[in-house]
């Protein structure tokens, strides 16, 4: 982030986006846990190891989106909430983008609104833990 398409997905680096999560985690009240990786059995991993850890995920799949019934899988089998972010508006992009394999099992999508996607995801999830 920050360097591929910025026209696309803007200048903000994932460190960046990282700490305005913080700050509004600090102020919702929520604790954040960040994690990257390109490697798709690590994201299984990551998301096996949130079951019974965390109130909820706030993923962004990438093109992982599109292709992963793994990533599938582990998200059927995690107990929170799951929200599925895009920082750009797939649905106006190319039409492979349109069709997500995660959105029949996650929480809710957001998508379109750059790094704000995920601050917007935060509030929703913590909207929901709110009225449950």
Do not use: W
């Not at 069709?99 to 935060?122: D, E």
């Amino acid at each position: 982030l920050g360097k591929r398409e910025p026209g696309i997905y803007g200048h903000k680096t994932l460190a960046d986006i990282e700490n305005e999560c913080r700050q509004l985690g600090d102020t919702l009240g929520m604790e954040c846990r960040f994690a990257q990786s390109n490697h798709e059995g690590e994201l299984v991993t990551l998301i096996q190891q949130a079951t019974g850890e965390t109130d909820a995920i706030i993923l962004n799949a990438g093109a992982y989106t599109h292709t992963s019934i793994a990533l599938y899988d582990a998200l059927s089998n995690y107990d929170g909430l799951s929200v599925e972010v895009h920082i750009s508006n797939v649905h106006a992009r190319e039409t492979f983008r349109h069709k997500s394999i995660l959105t029949p099992i996650v929480t809710g999508v957001i998508a379109g609104f750059g790094s704000h996607s995920y601050l917007a995801a935060m509030h929703a999830v913590s909207s929901m833990m709110a009225d449950s």
